[in-house]
């Protein structure tokens, strides 16, 4: 055993420390070993020192130093490039910038992570081909931003109407008519809705500190017109055309919005135009991804049923549209039974402007032309074929159907887990938001998109906006039912089982939530459909 002894020199005025080591120790080392332990490491060697001066005395050194560094620059001049960051194009979807969900945006770019068996058979997740998020805006568009955001002479005002996820894409649309005209945006007004009753404000629905900060390069966002205008009577548009362009917006509002400082839109909806520049697409994709976050009591709650969802392993969310609406206005037929569908004939002879669908066509041809919401039990054969486990927990989504739960029946037999948000929520959770329906169809809306899987029985606003956050997200799986190619193979009585499950699941290999590139469509939102204006992947640069 080593032991330290220390030995006062009072002669010399000095102190001596050593280690008593056993001979057995020694006897056991080599004579490099005690050479090396006898060296004192405090001085370097010369030759090392010399080594080190040479090499930066030497051109060749400097040279390929400020090579590297050239390089590096204008590779982040001309790409936008950041060695530093995970994402070169600057803005990624983040934990609290994106989410209206949290755990889906990590769960699709850290696929890596999850469980073996989550990612087998049904739940296994399309290839996203390394797409992700990109909102490199030009210099030309950063330029102009720094006048638009000093202007204090123009300020729009937007009153949006509908469903809360109608709501959403008018507000997408406004920031971009305010980013168009230069002008400041007062925060949204929430028209009343007259169908549900709901006057939430868009405090109540969407948290807007967020709102405003994140479109804070973008378009400066007030809360309220100032003082000087309170009492003036802006310029109102009730009657924009569809698809309008930005030069149309200019020519039409911005002579008038100077002389006034004030213009008030109502009524946005697909009134601007989808085929954008490119720095307007990206806005939209900024707003509907990054701005619009739900208020923070929502998000908690959506959060906590989705972890309730979750406790058991991965679940899909099934977006069903069977409500009474839904039958009307698509011009379709529950199939109930004869009495439904009297009702549903009667309400639209009594309300014709209610139906959006073509006038001209039969039940049975929007039907076969897969214009109609899929019912109950075709939802169930579809899924069957799809290869959805038994045992795989369902959240379903949407209004109350018309007929009521029982008309859920065959998808509750197949399909023992199955849950909506009422099933999940514990005692008064609720309560609150009870008479508010755009806040119910936020909850939907979180615990949907963070699903392992999604599918819409029906297209719709609410379908078509989870379908592009998905993508934007990672492209996590989304089923896009083939109800055109599909129908004809459900009516076939003939058929096997097996022999159905194969057509079906055929039919809907390239329709599992794949990258899409929107330019192979003109017209297509962007929204929906974000590459290649708001994602690239490495072959992009």
């Known amino acids: 055993m080593a032991i330290s002894k220390c030995v006062n020199n009072k002669k010399h005025q000095h102190h001596q420390c050593y280690i008593s080591v056993p001979s057995e120790i020694i006897n056991s080392l080599s004579s490099n070993s005690l050479h090396s332990l006898l060296l004192s490491p405090k001085k370097a060697s010369k030759t090392a020192t010399f080594s080190r001066s040479k090499l930066f005395k030497n051109p060749k050194t400097w040279f390929l130093f400020l090579f590297v560094c050239g390089f590096l620059f204008m590779m982040k001049l001309w790409y936008n490039f950041d060695p530093f960051n995970p994402n070169p194009c600057g803005i990624v979807p983040q934990k609290v910038s994106l989410s209206l969900i949290p755990n889906g945006v990590l769960k699709s770019l850290n696929k890596d992570e999850e469980k073996d068996e989550e990612l087998k058979g049904f739940w296994k997740q399309p290839d996203g081909l390394g797409y992700r998020p990109c909102l490199d805006f030009s210099s030309e568009y950063k330029k102009q931003s720094v006048e638009i955001l000093k202007d204090r002479t123009k300020y729009l005002v937007v009153v949006v109407s509908g469903g809360m996820n109608q709501q959403r894409n008018q507000i997408v649309d406004a920031v971009v008519i305010a980013r168009i005209l230069g002008a400041a945006l007062v925060v949204p007004i929430l028209q009343v809705n007259v169908i549900w009753g709901d006057e939430s404000e868009f405090s109540d629905i969407f948290d807007v500190e967020h709102f405003k900060e994140a479109l804070a390069d973008d378009v400066r966002i007030i809360s309220s017109l100032p003082s000087n205008h309170l009492m003036s009577r802006p310029v109102e548009e ?204 936020a909850i939907d809306y979180i615990v949907s998109e963070n699903s392992d899987v999604f599918m819409a029985s029906h297209g719709g606003n609410m379908g078509h906006a989870i379908q592009g956050y998905r993508a934007y997200s990672g492209h996590k799986k989304t089923i896009t039912p083939n109800k055109r190619q599909m129908l004809s193979h459900f009516l076939n009585t003939s058929l096997h089982e097996d022999e159905f499950n194969r057509i079906i699941l055929a039919l809907h290999r390239d329709s599992m939530g794949q990258p899409e590139i929107r330019t192979s469509k003109a017209g297509r939102d962007v929204t929906k459909f974000p590459i290649p204006e708001c994602m690239r992947n490495d072959s992009s640069f």
């Open 238 to 441: 009730k009657h924009t055309p569809l698809h309008v362009s930005p030069q149309w917006i200019r020519a039409r509002y911005l002579k008038r919005m100077k002389r006034e400082g004030v213009l008030l839109l109502r009524g946005l909806d697909s009134r601007l135009s989808k085929d954008l520049p490119s720095d307007l697409q990206k806005l939209r994709c900024k707003v509907a991804f990054h701005a619009l976050r739900f208020a923070p009591l929502i998000r908690e709650l959506g959060n906590k049923l989705t972890e309730r969802m979750r406790s058991k392993g991965p679940y899909l969310a099934l977006h069903l549209r069977m409500e009474k609406d839904v039958w009307v206005r698509t011009g379709c037929l529950p199939g109930l039974s004869p009495e439904y569908d009297e009702v549903i004939h009667n309400e639209r002879k009594r309300r014709p402007e209610l139906l959006t669908s073509r006038s001209n066509m039969t039940y049975h041809d929007r039907k076969l032309a897969g214009l109609c919401p899929l019912t109950a039990l075709e939802v169930t054969r579809l899924l069957k074929a799809l290869g959805v486990p038994k045992n795989g927990r369902i959240f379903w989504a949407g209004g109350s159907p018309l007929g009521g739960s029982k008309v859920l029946s065959p998808l509750m037999t197949e399909f023992p887990h199955f849950y909506n948000k009422e099933d999940l929520a514990l005692a008064g959770e609720l309560e609150p938001f009870a008479k508010k329906a755009s806040i119910m169809a």
